[in-house]
C-alpha cells in the first residue's frame, strides 16, 4: 500500500493560502513553505480581488500535508494564515451554482416586474 493510499481525498500536492500580508514577496513564501520540502511553484494573488492569496505546489504529496498541517492558523507576519488544499472541483461547483442563482434572480425579477 502506497504512503498517498493512506492520506484523505482531498490531500493533494495544491494548496491555497488566505490572509497573507499584501507585502509579503515571493522569497518570503519560498522560504516559509520550503521549510517543508521543495516547492514547485508559487503564485501570488495580484489582482483586487485575490491579494492576499496564494497558490503553493509541492513535488511531493506528503510535504504538502506536513505544510498544510503546520501552516494553518500558523502566525506569519502578524497574520494568521488560512491553508486549505486546493479543491478545483469546489471552485467549479461553487461558480455553476452562482450562474443558476443569478439566473434564478433574473426569472425572479421579470416575474414581478422589477428592473
Not at 486549505?84 to 471552485?91: G, V
Amino acid at each position: 500500500m502506497s504512503r498517498a493510499a493512506k492520506l484523505a481525498p482531498e490531500v493533494n500536492r495544491a494548496l491555497f493560502v488566505k490572509n497573507l500580508s499584501y507585502n509579503v514577496s515571493a522569497e518570503e513564501l519560498f522560504d516559509l513553505f520550503g521549510k517543508f520540502g521543495p516547492v514547485r511553484q508559487i503564485r501570488q494573488g495580484i489582482a483586487n480581488n485575490t491579494k492576499g492569496t496564494a497558490f503553493v505546489v509541492y513535488e511531493d504529496v506528503m510535504d504538502a500535508k506536513q505544510a498544510c498541517d503546520k501552516l494553518n492558523g500558523f502566525n506569519f507576519q502578524n497574520r494568521y494564515l488560512v491553508v486549505l488544499y486546493h479543491q478545483p472541483e469546489k471552485m467549479v461547483k461553487a461558480q455553476n451554482d452562482l450562474a443558476e442563482r443569478e439566473k434564478n434572480l433574473e426569472n425572479l425579477k421579470r416575474q414581478h416586474g422589477i428592473d
